[in-house]
């Protein structure tokens, strides 16, 4: 299981590679769960549910794509009831397009 899970919207993946990348840098030693960790035998929706539950930090990417997607949306709900929710904000967008629920938080 990865300390770090990283939730964002599929088209965003090449924006958040790098993030994901720092975050796993060597000198860190932080474990990064982001879903190209995902082997295809495995079953998604149940390790997104297992790395979701285990880890100690959510960080979710906002983007004028995740915020629409009810994955990421998930994911954040599941960071936000479990007080380990990270938002970081991706794109200039206005804190209107934030999800309902999540405007409240800061954004990174």
Known sequence: MAE?????????????????????????SWSVFWDLNILPADKWRDVLKKELGSAKCIVVIWTR??????????????????????PVLMDPI???????GFGQRPMG
């Open 94 to 100: 206005d804190r209107a397009d934030i999800p309902l």
């Open 4 to 28: 770090i899970f990283i939730g964002y919207a599929s088209k965003d993946r090449a924006r958040v590679e790098p993030l994901a990348k720092a975050l796993h840098d060597q000198d860190q």
């Open 65 to 86: 794509t995740s915020v629409s997607s009810d994955y990421v949306l998930d994911e954040a709900e599941e960071g936000k009831r479990r007080n380990v929710l990270i």
